[in-house]
Protein backbone atom coordinates (compact mmCIF):
# COMPACT_ATOMS: atom_id res chain seq x y z
CA UNK A 1 0.00 0.00 0.00
CA UNK A 2 1.15 3.69 -1.01
CA UNK A 3 0.04 6.70 0.20
CA UNK A 4 0.11 9.88 -1.64
CA UNK A 5 0.27 14.06 -0.20
CA UNK A 6 -0.14 16.58 -2.51
CA UNK A 7 1.21 20.21 -1.70
CA UNK A 8 1.55 23.06 -2.98
CA UNK A 9 -1.70 24.09 -4.45
CA UNK A 10 -3.11 27.76 -4.09
CA UNK A 11 -4.36 31.17 -5.64
CA UNK A 12 -2.73 32.96 -8.67
CA UNK A 13 -2.75 34.86 -11.69
CA UNK A 14 -2.92 34.27 -14.86
CA UNK A 15 0.46 34.58 -16.11
CA UNK A 16 1.82 33.37 -12.78
CA UNK A 17 3.60 29.71 -11.54
CA UNK A 18 3.07 27.54 -8.88
CA UNK A 19 5.05 24.00 -8.00
CA UNK A 20 2.86 21.31 -6.65
CA UNK A 21 4.46 18.50 -4.77
CA UNK A 22 3.57 14.59 -4.11
CA UNK A 23 5.34 12.63 -1.30
CA UNK A 24 4.77 9.02 -1.44
CA UNK A 25 4.78 6.75 1.98
CA UNK A 26 4.18 3.18 3.06
CA UNK A 27 5.67 0.09 0.28
CA UNK A 28 7.76 3.10 -1.42
CA UNK A 29 10.31 0.44 -2.26
CA UNK A 30 8.92 -0.94 -5.41
CA UNK A 31 9.32 1.23 -8.62
CA UNK A 32 5.99 3.56 -9.26
CA UNK A 33 5.30 5.21 -12.47
CA UNK A 34 3.80 8.36 -11.45
CA UNK A 35 1.37 11.29 -12.56
CA UNK A 36 -1.21 13.79 -12.07
CA UNK A 37 -4.46 14.16 -13.09
CA UNK A 38 -6.89 17.18 -12.51
CA UNK A 39 -10.74 17.68 -12.11
CA UNK A 40 -12.22 20.87 -13.20
CA UNK A 41 -15.42 21.46 -11.95
CA UNK A 42 -18.83 19.76 -13.51
CA UNK A 43 -15.91 17.90 -15.59
CA UNK A 44 -14.40 14.61 -15.86
CA UNK A 45 -10.89 13.95 -14.08
CA UNK A 46 -8.05 14.42 -16.94
CA UNK A 47 -4.83 13.36 -17.12
CA UNK A 48 -2.01 16.04 -17.04
CA UNK A 49 1.72 14.46 -17.34
CA UNK A 50 3.26 11.37 -16.09
CA UNK A 51 6.60 9.79 -15.35
CA UNK A 52 8.17 6.60 -15.22
CA UNK A 53 10.37 5.56 -12.44
CA UNK A 54 13.29 6.23 -14.35
CA UNK A 55 12.15 9.77 -15.03
CA UNK A 56 12.92 9.41 -18.95
CA UNK A 57 10.57 10.34 -21.85
CA UNK A 58 7.60 11.64 -19.50
CA UNK A 59 4.05 12.15 -21.57
CA UNK A 60 1.87 15.61 -21.38
CA UNK A 61 -1.66 16.76 -22.29
CA UNK A 62 -1.50 18.77 -25.44
CA UNK A 63 -2.79 22.01 -23.31
CA UNK A 64 0.08 22.12 -20.72
CA UNK A 65 2.64 21.13 -23.22
CA UNK A 66 5.57 23.86 -22.73
CA UNK A 67 4.52 25.16 -19.98
CA UNK A 68 4.21 22.32 -17.38
CA UNK A 69 6.86 20.06 -16.43
CA UNK A 70 6.50 17.14 -14.19
CA UNK A 71 9.63 15.64 -12.79
CA UNK A 72 10.47 13.22 -9.60
CA UNK A 73 13.36 12.55 -6.94
CA UNK A 74 13.00 8.86 -5.75
CA UNK A 75 15.87 9.67 -3.02
CA UNK A 76 13.00 11.91 -1.72
CA UNK A 77 9.85 9.64 -2.65
CA UNK A 78 8.33 12.84 -4.34
CA UNK A 79 7.14 13.92 -7.73
CA UNK A 80 6.45 17.48 -8.46
CA UNK A 81 4.66 19.44 -11.33
CA UNK A 82 6.22 22.70 -11.94
CA UNK A 83 3.36 24.73 -13.66
CA UNK A 84 4.30 27.98 -15.76
CA UNK A 85 2.27 30.23 -17.89
CA UNK A 86 -0.79 29.12 -15.62
CA UNK A 87 -4.34 29.97 -17.25
CA UNK A 88 -7.67 30.33 -15.96
CA UNK A 89 -8.86 26.92 -17.22
CA UNK A 90 -6.00 25.83 -15.45
CA UNK A 91 -8.11 25.82 -12.34
CA UNK A 92 -8.96 22.31 -10.99
CA UNK A 93 -8.01 19.83 -8.48
CA UNK A 94 -4.93 18.27 -9.10
CA UNK A 95 -4.28 14.58 -7.98
CA UNK A 96 -1.25 12.63 -7.66
CA UNK A 97 -1.21 9.16 -8.95
CA UNK A 98 0.71 6.39 -8.35
CA UNK A 99 1.03 2.86 -9.95
CA UNK A 100 3.72 0.02 -10.04
CA UNK A 101 6.12 -1.37 -12.29
CA UNK A 102 5.86 0.41 -15.98
CA UNK A 103 2.89 0.97 -18.83
CA UNK A 104 1.04 3.43 -20.40
CA UNK A 105 1.43 6.96 -18.56
CA UNK A 106 -1.69 7.55 -18.80
CA UNK A 107 -3.20 5.50 -16.72
CA UNK A 108 -4.29 3.36 -15.40
CA UNK A 109 -3.68 3.83 -11.36
CA UNK A 110 -4.03 2.28 -8.45
CA UNK A 111 -2.98 4.98 -5.76
CA UNK A 112 -4.22 8.63 -5.23
CA UNK A 113 -3.64 11.57 -3.22
CA UNK A 114 -6.60 13.76 -1.55
CA UNK A 115 -5.85 16.49 -4.02
CA UNK A 116 -4.68 20.03 -4.45
CA UNK A 117 -6.86 22.95 -5.29
CA UNK A 118 -5.22 25.39 -7.60
CA UNK A 119 -7.56 28.68 -8.53
CA UNK A 120 -5.74 31.09 -11.69
CA UNK A 121 -7.54 34.26 -11.63
CA UNK A 122 -8.17 36.27 -14.74
Known amino acids: QVQLVESGGGLVQAGGSLRLSCVAS????????MAWFRQAPGKEREFVAGISWMGGNPDYVNSVKGRFTISRDNAKNTVYLQMNGLRPEDTAVYYC???????????????WGQGAQVTVSS
Open 26 to 33: GRTSTAYT
Open 97 to 111: AARRGIGALTGPYDY
